[in-house]
């Protein structure tokens, strides 16, 4: 049964960087399109971003453009998400996930497999 786990957080002062990591247990990441997302205390879940089975990524939301960016190994059987620039607002619990079959959606209703995630705190 596919398990994903992520790792990587941490606690990071504000303008540093860390690069968050997505592996999977009993299965290959290389055939499935794979999110990431991220909630916050009282906030509702929100896409960061998407990389499918080829490589395509969709673009993160405005609040993170220019500064996060996802990529995948399949050598590895890895997908990262390297965060830059951090700010107070980016602390959340980093979660990535399966998309559906059809490809990158925004909706995280429509993901699965979620892993248990990874506390991202940026905090001086």
């Known amino acids: 049964q596919l398990q994903l786990v992520e790792s990587g957080g941490g606690l990071v002062q504000p303008g540093g960087s860390l690069r968050l990591t997505c592996t999977a247990s009993g299965s290959t990441l290389r055939n499935y399109h794979i999110g990431w997302f991220r909630q916050a205390p009282g906030k509702e879940r929100e896409g960061v971003a998407c990389?499918?089975?080829?490589?395509?990524?969709?673009k993160p939301p405005d609040s993170m453009k220019g500064r996060f960016t996802i990529s995948r190994d399949n050598a590895k059987n890895t997908v990262f998400l390297q965060m830059n620039s951090l700010k107070p607002e980016d602390a959340a619990v980093y979660y990535c996930?399966?998309?559906?079959?059809?490809?990158?959606?925004?909706?995280?209703?429509?993901?699965?497999?979620w892993g248990q995630g990874t506390q991202v705190t940026v905090s001086s």
């Open positions: 990389i499918s089975r080829s490589g395509g990524t969709t």
């Open positions: 996930a399966i998309g559906p079959h059809w490809g990158c959606s925004p909706r995280p209703t429509d993901f699965g497999s």
